[in-house]
């Protein structure tokens, strides 16, 4: 199974939108509704930002968005802020194999 | 509140084996699924392999298949990750997080435990 493909980086001034972009397959990305999204700061482990393509935990910013079309799904950070510098990374269900999970390469953003 | 707490950093030699547990609390560890997730130094993470707690139901990354065994202990709600002979390859962070049926997502992780193979 291999990873879903994201830009390595993405950066954008304080106040601005940024979209990280993650291209799958029609056996994961395409196939399924389950797209998530977490955050890692360095040192840290990750953070659930989105699942199912487009919805928020309990106690994520709104600023945080999803979405998908086709084999990609996008995350859309609105309104930068520093603390949202960090490493991003999607992940999806696959058909490979029942239960079986996929990550995307993941992305670095930087805040300028 | 559901914690996840994984055992210590360890250092081992090549060949070595080694266990690491992650145990969970403030929910029924029972009715979620654990997976256990690699992040290997400056990289992404890597899905290894997922365990039911409630009646032991195992699956693994082909990635990781016959490498790693995962296995769990519901009697003291433990999680464990195996290998009977590490690699240097096997450096890395490796992280235990619940998987939320409802969510479909990994919506609590463990701390991380770092395990280095060097000779």
């Known amino acids: 199974q291999s990873a879903l493909t994201q830009p390595a980086s993405v950066s954008g001034s304080p106040g601005q939108s940024i979209t990280i972009s993650c291209t799958g397959t029609?056996?994961?990305?395409?196939?399924?509704?389950?797209v998530s999204w977490y955050q890692q700061h360095p040192g840290k482990a990750p953070k659930l930002m989105i699942y199912?393509?487009?919805n928020r935990p309990s106690g994520v910013s709104n600023r945080f968005s999803g979405s998908k079309s086709g084999n990609t799904a996008s995350l859309t950070i609105s309104g930068l802020q520093a603390e949202d510098e960090a490493d991003y990374y999607c992940?999806?269900?696959?058909?490979?194999?029942?239960?079986?999970?996929?990550f995307g390469t993941g992305t670095k953003v930087t805040v300028l | 509140e559901v914690q996840l707490v994984q055992s210590g950093a360890e250092v081992k030699k090549p060949g070595e084996s080694l266990k690491i547990s992650c145990k969970g609390s403030?929910?029924?560890?029972?009715?979620?699924?654990i997976d256990w997730v690699r992040q290997m130094p400056g990289k992404g993470l890597e899905w290894m392999g997922i365990?039911?707690?409630?009646?032991?139901?195992?699956r693994y990354s082909p990635s990781f298949q016959g490498q790693v065994t995962i296995s769990a202990d519901k009697s003291i709600s433990t999680a464990y990750l195996q290998w009977s002979s590490l690699k240097a390859s096997d450096t890395a962070m490796y992280y235990c997080?619940?998987?939320?049926?409802?969510?479909?997502?990994?919506?609590?992780w463990g701390q991380g435990t770092l395990v280095t193979v060097s000779s």
């Open positions: 365990i039911y707690p409630g009646d032991y139901d195992t």
């Open positions: 403030g929910y029924s560890f029972t009715s979620y699924w």
């Open positions: 029609s056996s994961d990305v395409g196939d399924y509704n389950y």
């Open positions: 199912e393509v487009s």
């Open positions: 997080v619940r998987r939320s049926g409802s969510l479909r997502a990994l919506d609590y």
């Open positions: 992940s999806s269900y696959t058909t490979s194999s029942t239960l079986a999970y996929v």
